[in-house]
């Protein structure tokens, strides 16, 4: 079956323009709102999974929740009174796209179980297939795919071997009872951390297996009280000023001081993270074992108010040694010791480098974006790839990605975007895209600027790329706020 819109009119003013929408996490929801709202109701959102809510959905873990403040974390345009903690739960997240999506009318439009496997631009439009083989056309492409979806799989031997319950953080068995039960879990970054603070008190023993050591930053997650919450009914004003006192300070205190990593406020942030580590932390062979050998903010940023805690409970062990490879019985070191668990958990993180991906993309001249990519994602203002025009990412490669609110960026990537799409309704041209030139321009510029940010002083983390330079925007956030401000027409290729 072929689902065809209508074609491509050079009238101007036309509003039949047809768009894909890829993706029903945070940016797709976000982006089906504003197709509405720009009289662009022409649109079809395809999901791959049953549901919405993106790594919303597929993370269910036990202590989950954003490390970007409630109020911050929401959409500008929908905020949010009932929020029960400082830092929202996962399940309140997720909760909350599901019910902004009914408001806005865009649940219902939703096509589930429905995920694309290719994608090719043809005679000036995007034909896009499924995996059930039907079709569909359209004139632009938004890939709202997201970034923590694809679970990455340590490479250790003998996994498949453990005789009991083991998943990764993203796919958690909610069937394995924790209680009285011996959990290891492999990983230290935020979903272990969340983790071992949310269970430690319920199982037998938690072993936490530590590659490597975290900078965590103490936070209060404190919940608002009912009187809050209904001065955040009664006066939406309130939440609006929390929001923007947020956003400053998340970009003067930390998103804009992380493009120098000789910057005071970075010195400042590692002093706060070591005097955290040094004043939480009794046991001095313990504390030795939590201090990282890099630099705060080299690495993501955990926020946590009661992980040291946790860890130094009676019934956690942290293991520093090396895992060898899994047996039946548990988890072997390289110093002999076995390790006997129950339940296995891999908090081993994401493959951050997919993207669109495994979806096959072929722009102009049947160019395919695995060859563009071949050295690694990179996209112009991270929304744009030369020769895949009307193909627009949100938060794609080379983004602003760390300690902030994503939504935010998709919401100034969007704004970007639909410029644009002015532009084509208007009849200045069909097809848009970033030029070679601009593109070669800004990824030379990144990779300059990459080179003295706080990522590139020598820890290995998801933001690097596999010659070790850091992926992440390396520009201040105001920067970004400036180039989404308005197109730079003379970087565009267009038709």
């Keep these: 079956m072929t689902t065809e819109g209508p074609p491509v009119s050079s009238a101007p003013g036309k509003s039949d323009l047809r768009f894909l929408i890829i993706g029903a996490g945070m940016s797709g929801i976000l982006s089906a709102i504003k197709l509405q709202e720009a009289g662009l109701d022409n649109f079809a959102i395809y999901e791959k999974a049953d549901r919405l809510g993106g790594t919303w959905r597929e993370n269910t873990y036990p202590g989950i929740a954003c490390d970007v403040p409630s109020h911050f974390y929401s959409y500008s345009f929908a905020p949010n009174p009932e929020w ?15 019910e902004v999506a009914r408001r806005y009318g865009v649940a219902s439009r939703i096509q589930y179980g429905n995920e694309v496997t290719h994608c090719a631009f043809e005679d000036g439009r995007w034909k ?35 005789g009991g319950a083991v998943f990764h953080t993203a796919r958690w068995d909610h069937e394995a009872p924790l209680a009285g039960k011996r959990i290891g879990i492999v990983g230290t970054g935020s ?34 009280l009912e009187e809050e919450k209904a001065e955040f009914r009664r006066r939406p004003e309130a939440m609006a ?14 998103a804009n001081v992380l493009v120098d990593a000789k910057s005071p406020m970075i010195q400042a942030i590692h002093a706060h993270c070591l005097a955290n580590l040094e004043n ?20 993501r940023l955990i926020m946590s108010e009661n992980f040291y805690d946790a860890i130094q409970r009676p019934n956690a062990m942290l293991v520093t040694e090396e895992i060898e490879r899994i047996e039946k019985s548990g988890v072997r070191t390289r110093d002999g010791v076995l390790h006997e668990l129950d339940i296995l958990v891999l908090a081993t993180g994401f493959r951050v480098e997919s993207f669109v991906r495994p979806m096959q993309v072929t722009g102009r001249g049947g160019k395919r974006l695995d060859d563009v990519w071949k050295d690694g994602p990179f996209a112009y203002l991270a929304i744009s790839v030369p020769d895949f025009p009307n193909f627009f990412m949100l938060n794609g490669p080379n983004g602003p990605v760390g300690n902030f ?16 799409v002015d532009l084509v309704r208007a009849g200045e041209w069909k097809e848009v895209c970033a030029s070679q030139e601009a593109a070669d321009r800004f990824d030379a510029e990144r990779r300059e600027a990459a080179k003295s940010t706080i990522w590139a002083t020598g820890c290995k983390s998801w933001y690097l790329d596999e010659d070790g330079l850091p992926t992440a925007w390396p520009f201040t956030f105001d920067r970004f706020r400036e180039e989404m401000s308005e197109p730079r027409i003379a970087d565009l290729d267009r038709i």
């Design 405 to 420: 609110s994503l939504i935010e960026v998709a919401e100034l990537q969007l704004a970007y975007i639909l410029q644009l």
């Design 84 to 98: 029960s903690h400082r830092f929202a739960p996962g399940s309140e997240i997720h909760a909350y796209f599901e």
């Design 241 to 254: 000023e929390i929001r923007e006192e947020v956003a400053r300070a998340f970009t003067d205190g930390f």
């Design 280 to 299: 939480s932390v009794k046991d001095p062979e313990l504390r030795e074992k939590l201090r990282p050998s890099y630099q705060a903010a080299c690495k």
């Design 128 to 162: 896009i297939e499924l995996a059930d083989g039907t079709t569909d056309q359209g004139d632009f492409v938004i890939a709202a795919t997201g970034v923590l979806h694809h679970p990455a799989y340590p490479e250790i031997e003998g996994l498949d071997s453990f």
């Design 191 to 224: 979903s272990a951390i969340q983790i071992v603070s949310a269970i430690v008190d319920d199982v037998a023993e938690l072993t936490l297996f530590q590659r490597t050591a975290q900078w965590i930053t103490p936070i209060d997650n404190g919940e608002y």
